[in-house]
């Protein structure tokens, strides 16, 4: 559905060049959460305006639906961008035009007849659950009602894509959750293609199919949730997982499980679907003499399949330790040994 192959954008200030994005490649199907996270400056905002050409890249090349956009005439670029919807953090509402004119202008501008654009409008702010404010303004709004808005506006050309610019970052945690609900369904009422970018993992993991972690103007991971949070690879995707997983042992316990004997390891332990229910740690003390002692333990779903990770304190004679891990990489989804705080080798 959408290509962006090798982007790179360079902004010029002063007489200084920025590299905001340095050879971006990223591939979203049809039908997909596709969540970007990094911190501020990463370079996701950039990215995601390349998708609709907000931003041009400097080289590069997206394509979107089958469409060379850079190749594209103005009038046809017009008509891809009406197929791209957007939302973002600060809503852009206009506060002169009530919630329904909100919706309507984008119709009124496309000609749309009128009786035709009150039906949309209706169906739109039903579907928002904002049925009963159409004659509200902007300023009588909360801001989870505001983005509803939003959504509705940009939903009301039928796009096949929409694009989210940190389109929570501004509300309350329950007001985000709500929002991320409401993604969520017009994702899978529409098979409408999703390609948010955020700073929170909670987004990433409540709603997104596949993520892309951004540092630097490069893509430093990318997957499916699923995999990025069994088995993340790089240490700015270790801290974002941090933020859910708050599993990090106190150094002064590191320090003493190292002094407890040569062989005595912390393992992070990742179980995911069924094997997050097996007794392997029974089996594992049963079939090996080794002591195990539950550091941290925590269970999770993300999309429907089951997460759990556990930190493992395993110590024993050196032959039976590397047994016991290995019987643990034989029967779940993965163990990384933790040497350090934060760390892993
Ligand atoms: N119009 C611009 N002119 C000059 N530099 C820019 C422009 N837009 C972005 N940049 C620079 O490009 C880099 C990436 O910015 P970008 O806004 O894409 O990052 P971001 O990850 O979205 O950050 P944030 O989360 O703070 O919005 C930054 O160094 C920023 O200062």
Redesign the pocket.
């Known amino acids: 559905m959408i290509q962006l192959t090798d982007i790179h ?1 360079s ?3 002063g007489n200084k060049q ?4 340095k050879g971006v490649t990223l591939n979203v199907e049809k039908g997909q959460i596709f969540g970007v996270i ?12 390349t998708i609709n050409l907000l ?1 041009k890249p400097t080289s590069g090349s997206v394509v979107v639906n089958g469409q060379d956009m850079l190749s594209l005439k103005e009038k046809d670029l017009r008509n891809a961008r009406k197929k791209i919807g957007i939302i973002f ?1 600060h809503f852009n509402l206009l506060s002169s035009y009530n919630v329904y004119d909100n919706v309507a202008e984008i119709l009124r501008m496309n000609r749309v007849p009128k009786d035709v654009i009150k039906k949309k409008v209706e169906d739109l702010l039903r579907l928002v659950g904002l049925e009963d404010k159409a004659n509200s303004y902007p300023s009588q709004l909360s801001g989870g009602q505001k983005q509803r808005v939003g959504i509705a506006r940009a939903l009301a050309t039928d796009p096949e894509i929409l694009l989210c ?2 389109a929570t ?1 501004a509300l309350d945690p329950q007001t985000t959750e709500s929002i991320l609900e409401l993604l969520l369904d017009i994702n899978r009422k529409f098979n409408l293609t999703i390609v948010l ?1 955020t ?1 929170e993992m909670q987004v990433i993991k409540k709603i997104c199919d596949n993520v892309a972690i ?1 540092e630097n ?1 490069v893509v430093i991971e990318q997957g499916s949730v699923l995999d990025i949070f069994s088995n993340p690879q790089q240490q700015t995707t270790k801290n974002f997982i941090k933020t859910i997983f708050d599993d990090n042992v106190p150094s002064e316990i590191v320090d003493n499980i190292k002094q407890s004997g040569p062989a005595a390891k912390i393992l992070r332990v990742a179980f995911r679907g069924d094997a997050a229910l097996d007794p392997v740690l029974g089996t594992l003390s049963a079939r090996f003499p080794v002591s195990t002692n539950l550091l941290y333990g925590s269970i999770t779903s993300i999309k429907g399949t089951a997460l759990g990770i556990l930190l493992l304190h395993i110590s024993g004679e050196e032959k039976d330790v590397e047994a016991g891990i290995q019987f643990l990489r034989d029967s779940v989804y993965n163990v990384d040994i933790v040497s350090r705080e934060g760390g892993s080798n």
């Not at 920025?18 to 994005?21: D, K, M, R, S």
Request: glycine content about 14%.
């Open positions: 954008k902004y010029t200030v920025v590299q905001a994005l990094g911190f501020s400056g990463a370079g996701k905002s950039t990215l995601l305006r931003e953090q610019d940190e970052s970018i700073h951004m103007g």
